[in-house]
């Protein structure tokens, strides 16, 4: 086993058991058989206001003026060695929860808390029930251009088309052992 290292792992699908808390889970699994620590955090058991754009963060204490569940999100997001974004793809992009995770990510921009995230591993799981890849072409443009701003470097993405039943990605061998590589990455 190799050192320590910690993943979190975000799922923003509102279905516990579903195809995306089930990419996240093997993905997990993964990095804990290379021998990281993991957590999970269910963004649908969280209240996550919207960010309004108020610039708050870059001011004073260079923190969220937003009384809710993400205060105790950033510590955690700080302290991973990397993190795994999980979502289904709803009209071509993230679910609005993890959409409103990545908008309140704005407080790692502001110039005082500026690098926090630079270089940190993040990785992406994203099922969803059309056929093809280019469904998802305008998600991952998102995250690509996240990950980039905050400096942080995309590991890998698992992508899963065609399932729309919760849990069916289970049956889907060639994904579930691409998550577990996947974990495996994070982790190294």
Same mark, same amino acid.
């Given at each position: 086993? /190799? ?6 792992? %975000? ?15 093997? &993905? @997990? ?7 990281? #620590?993991?957590?999970? %955090? ?5 209240? %996550? +206001? ?20 993400? /205060?105790?999100? !950033?510590?955690? &997001?700080?302290?991973?060695? =990397? &993190? ?5 793809? !709803? ?7 993890? #959409?409103?995770? &990545?908008?309140?990510?704005? @407080? ?11 270089? #940190? ?18 998600? $991952?443009?998102?995250? =690509? ?8 470097r995309w590991v890998g ?19 579930? /052992?691409?998550?577990? +590589?996947?974990?495996?990455? $994070? =982790?190294?």
């Amino acid at each position: 086993m /190799k050192s320590k290292k910690k993943v979190l792992g %975000i799922v923003g699908s509102p279905r516990r058991n579903g195809n995306t808390h089930v990419l996240v889970s093997r &993905i @997990l699994q993964g990095a804990r058989a290379a021998g990281a #620590k993991t957590e999970t %955090i269910f963004l649908a058991d969280l209240d %996550i +206001a919207e960010c309004d754009g108020c610039c708050a963060c870059w001011k004073g204490k260079h923190e969220c003026v937003k009384d809710d569940d993400m /205060k105790a999100l !950033y510590p955690k &997001i700080v302290e991973a060695d =990397a &993190i795994v974004l999980g979502t289904p793809v !709803y009209w071509f992009g993230p679910t609005a929860i993890l #959409k409103g995770f &990545i908008d309140r990510l704005f @407080l790692f921009c502001a110039p005082a808390r500026g690098g926090e995230l630079s270089g #940190k591993p993040a990785a992406v799981a994203m099922p969803f029930a059309d056929r093809t890849d280019e469904t998802a072409g305008p998600a $991952l443009d998102l995250f =690509a251009k996240t990950f980039d701003f905050l400096g942080m470097r995309w590991v890998g993405r698992v992508l899963v088309p065609g399932v729309a039943k919760r849990g069916e990605v289970r049956a889907r061998g060639k994904a579930m /052992k691409s998550c577990i +590589a996947l974990g495996r990455r $994070l =982790a190294g």
